[in-house]
């Protein structure tokens, strides 16, 4: 995987290149083999690569044979064979056996809808010098990033927000409402980012430059308007359903091993990413490596499953071991990386992993990310199902029983009376009916930590009302899908790429120059997945029902049956020693201090410091306790270094990136 | 009684509104209705009245009735003082 940045002007004047240059040092950690560098009078692309196909004809920036269009591209397109062989038989000419001159011809073929023939993960920007046309494009579900500013009359566009902000003359400043969403959904509702003039693509959105216009357009989205509701499935269609998910995945797991380097797999010990080790295996032979986070805290470790799933597959392991203080101590780093603040430090486990990934000679991993979405996997549907179920029938005494059952580990949860978990959960006649339904004690929950804002901030929020820039972006039908289709739309669109694919995704393994795949996420198994009854993926309150019909038997039965652990990382315990009352690291002491952030203006620094007091006692146990306390943290991480120490951060990470490349 | 209550109110003002807003919670307000307390924070507060006070809770006193408002709490501990004493 790569880095990609550029500039068009759309006056048409000529690109600096000196302007242009300061962009792709920000990158290096993308991509540390290579650079280049493009320009064609008012555009300029330049290329940080990190070489996986084609190591050395695919360099880039890359024009097509007629010289009619160059491209920079960050990403896989994991059916470039057969499309190279489709293009071959139209007449097209290839120069390189790699995929990015695919997608050169493919667009000299298909113009804008080019996109819909590719299989794959991807963020590019292709010039049609002909045309005079800048097409960017973002993957159908938002595996890889890409950010776009207007400086002037420049539009500048680049993989991650830093390299925008190198760019001579873009402002840095906060987006005090991306603030807000972030803690309340837990991340930027996209096109928003922390950076107010800084925007992200949306997922399966394309932004095309014509005339000195800039169109932003939907290709692609989630859509349950197909689904299967019909009451009963019969055991034969069931059948089919479950050999037509399994052979899909085998496909996609397949083409995902697509690669001229090694392709090993990150193994957490729950089902997803124990199916597609299984599935790799088999393709692989013996010699696939996989690669697991393991803790101290057993609540929180799934080493067991890990190495039942090692033995029974055979496979090569490495684990690395985070300890509280490890976490804490990498967390600055790992905001560097994510550029966005974080309600939970789950995503630095992923940063020290993907470093042992490196380290020991690897540069693609495959990983398990989008069964929960799309199969069925999450609580909050279970929750949604409880709830709406126990809404029906309001007064029943034991329907709150499911509740507590539904997390079991959660111990808090398992002593609280029925009435308590009735106002917890939200559960009223009424609730149902409401789109958001599924989510709303989610959401709610984490809004509290509104309390923690300084009055100018609360100020500036005024007049934004719980959920409607949420509802603002639903496409008309959402409400006419039946509640599980709801739910995993709202995950499926909002937190799979605003967090789990991002802080928790491709941040954390690009950081180490890890390309991460997602056999989940091939459009064939998502759209599968979304014409499948709901019943298939839950069955009454068996998560990732046809799933596990489908594939279990590839993998040990303990873990094919384990109770459902969601991946979660120690978070105030990270921060703070309970043992000795003290903060882990001087810079957590720094960033809440009273002085710091009255500083920094965004948080009021009275409640921070009780907060600060309670997690120091080894009381902040919630949820909501631990959200806010990560979230500030990383809010006033997130200012310090890229509002106050911009230039500084810049040097460092060109120090840091001296990553050896990978060479075989 | 009063000075347990008002112990009882500065750990809740403390910990669950973090200093905020006090002036809106009157002792009789409904921790759940004001949702106030999250699922984890009423242990939270279990663990303090049973350090604090000296009393001991069983599981089943740890019904709303008992733990749902400031005052509430403040009564449940001077029932279970006035049973060890």
């Not at chain 1, 040092?25 to 940080?48: I, K, N, T, Y």
């Not at chain 1, 799309?374 to 329907?399: L, N, P, T």
């Not at chain 1, 459902?564 to 903060?583: E, G, N, V």
């Not at chain 2, 009245?49 to 449940?76: C, G, H, M, Y």
Request: net charge neutral; glycine share 8%; with cysteine.
């Amino acid at each position: 995987m790569c880095g990609i940045a550029g500039v068009i002007n759309l006056d048409g004047t000529p690109v600096e290149i000196n302007r242009l240059a300061p962009m792709v040092r920000p990158l290096r950690h993308r991509g540390p083999d290579e650079e280049g560098l493009f320009q064609d009078g008012a555009v300029g692309l330049v290329h940080s690569r990190l070489s996986i196909i084609d190591l050395s004809g695919g360099r880039q920036p890359m024009q097509n044979c007629a010289r009619s269009a160059c491209i920079v591209f960050n990403g896989e397109i994991f059916n470039f064979v057969e499309l190279m062989e489709f293009l071959e038989g139209k007449g097209h000419r290839f120069a390189t056996r790699s995929d990015t001159e695919v997608i050169l011809n493919l667009y000299t073929e298909y113009g804008l809808d080019c996109v819909h023939h590719m299989n794959g993960q991807w963020a590019f920007a292709l010039w049609d010098a002909g045309k005079k046309r800048m097409f960017l494009s973002r993957d159908r579900f938002g595996i890889l990033p890409l950010f776009y500013a207007r400086v002037g009359r420049s539009l500048v566009f680049a993989s991650e927000i830093k390299s925008v902000l190198a760019f001579p003359g873009v402002q840095v400043e906060m987006d005090l409402e991306a603030l807000r969403q972030v803690f309340t959904y837990w991340s930027p509702l996209a096109p928003r980012t922390p950076f107010r003039n800084v925007f992200q693509l949306p997922a399966g959105h394309s932004l095309i430059v014509e005339d000195g216009e800039i169109r932003v357009q939907q290709y692609y989205g989630l859509d349950y308007s197909e689904t299967n509701s019909k009451a009963q499935v019969s055991p034969v269609e069931e059948q089919h359903c479950a050999e037509e998910l399994s052979d899909l995945l085998m496909d996609s797991t397949r083409i995902r091993l697509r690669a001229d380097v090694p392709v090993g797999a990150y193994l957490s010990g729950g089902l997803d990413s124990s199916i597609i080790t299984a599935l790799a295996q088999k393709y692989v032979g013996s010699s696939l490596c996989t690669f697991s986070v393991a803790f101290q805290d057993r609540g929180l470790d799934e080493s067991a499953y890990q190495e039942e799933v090692v033995r029974a597959l055979a496979t090569t392991h490495r684990t690395i071991r985070c300890t509280e203080g490890e976490i804490g101590r990498v967390l600055p780093e790992v905001v560097w990386h994510t550029e966005c603040p974080i309600l939970r430090t789950a995503p630095a486990p992923l940063f020290l992993l993907s470093k042992l990934v490196r380290e020991s000679g690897f540069k693609v991993v495959l990983t398990g990310e989008g069964a929960d979405e799309f199969q069925g996997g999450y609580d909050i549907y279970k929750e949604a199902k409880i709830r709406a179920f126990w809404a029906a029938q309001v007064d029943s005494k034991r329907r709150p029983l499911l509740l507590s059952r539904l997390y079991p580990y959660l111990s808090g949860l398992q002593k609280q009376s029925p009435a308590y978990l009735q106002a917890f959960f939200h559960v009223d006649g009424n609730g149902p009916g409401d789109p958001l339904f599924s989510h709303i004690p989610r959401w709610g929950l984490t809004a509290k930590s509104h309390l923690f804002f300084s009055a100018d901030v609360r100020a500036a929020w005024r007049g934004e009302s719980d959920y409607t820039d949420m509802q603002q972006l639903l496409p008309a039908r959402f409400g006419s899908w039946d509640l599980f289709s709801r739910a995993q739309y709202l995950e499926g669109r909002f937190l799979l790429p605003g967090y789990l694919l991002s802080s928790q995704g491709d941040r954390m393994s690009m950081a180490h120059s890890i390309e991460a795949r997602y056999p989940f996420l091939d459009h064939r198994v998502v759209e599968f997945s979304s014409r499948i009854s709901p019943r298939l993926k839950m069955k009454v309150l068996r998560e990732k029902f046809l799933l596990k019909r489908a594939l279990s038997r590839m993998i040990p039965k303990a873990v094919a049956e384990r109770p459902k652990q969601p991946y979660r990382a120690p978070d105030a315990a990270s921060l703070f020693d309970p043992a000795t009352h003290q903060a882990r690291h001087e810079y957590v002491n720094d960033m809440l201090s009273p002085r710091r952030i009255h500083d920094y203006g965004i948080f009021d620094p009275a409640p921070v410091q009780k907060l600060v007091e309670k997690a120091k006692a080894g009381r902040a146990v919630g949820f909501l306790d631990n959200a806010a306390l990560v979230g500030i943290l990383t809010t006033q991480l997130l200012i310090d270094q890229f509002f106050v120490h911009l230039k500084e951060g810049f040097s460092d990470a060109a120090n840091r990136a001296g990553i050896a490349p990978v060479c075989r | 009684m009063q000075q347990i209550e008002r112990e009882l109110r500065q750990f809740v003002v403390d910990n669950f509104l973090f200093g905020e807003g006090e002036e809106q919670l009157s002792n009789e307000d409904s921790f759940l209705e004001k949702g106030l307390i999250d699922s984890m924070g009423i242990l939270n507060l279990v663990n303090y009245v049973q350090e604090k006070f000296a009393v001991t809770v069983a599981d089943e006193e740890l019904i709303p009735e008992n733990w749902d408002s400031v005052r509430r709490v403040a009564e449940f501990v001077e029932s279970k003082r006035k049973a060890a004493a």
